[in-house]
Every structure is written in C-alpha cells, then in structure tokens.
C-alpha cells in the first residue's frame, strides 16, 4: 500500500529531488506520470525521469505533483 503527499512549494520539489523520492502526476484528475523522479524544476515546468532515455516535461502551474511514499 502507498500513501501520496502533494507537493506545492519550491522546498517540497527541492527535497523530493534531492531525495530521489517517486512521483505520481495528475493532469485534469487522471495519471499522466508515475514512477518517475524529478531531474530539476523551475517556476514553469517540473522535468521528471522514468528512465535512462525518458524525460516528461510538466506544466507546474497544470499538473498536480505527489510524492509516492510507500507505507510499512
């Protein structure tokens, strides 16, 4: 089972990063990203990676960005 936690500030994508935590990305109420990790972000865009060859680029201000933690 897995628990989500929004992310809304600079410092919640600044630790999620550094952490290299899983993400899960919600546009419009549906999945558009999951399992991902945030390479850098800006005020704009959040770059996430999937892989070694798979970059997403997110619409900050568009998506909703949730760290996945798993629950034990």
């Known amino acids: 089972m897995s628990i989500n936690r929004r992310l809304f500030t600079d410092a919640d994508f600044q ?3 550094e952490r290299q935590l899983r993400m899960r990305v919600f546009k419009d109420d549906h999945i558009v990203d999951s399992g991902g990790v945030i ?3 800006d ?3 959040v770059v ?3 892989s070694v060859s798979e ?3 997110h619409n900050r201000r ?3 960005f949730f ?6």
């Not at 760290?67 to 034990?72: D, N, V």
Request: charged residues 40%.
């Open 15 to 17: 630790e999620a990063m």
């Open 39 to 41: 390479l850098r972000f």
């Open 43 to 45: 005020d704009n865009t």
């Open 48 to 50: 996430i990676q999937s």
């Open 55 to 57: 970059l997403a680029y």
């Open 62 to 64: 568009d998506c909703e």
């Open 67 to 72: 760290e996945l933690k798993r629950r034990t």
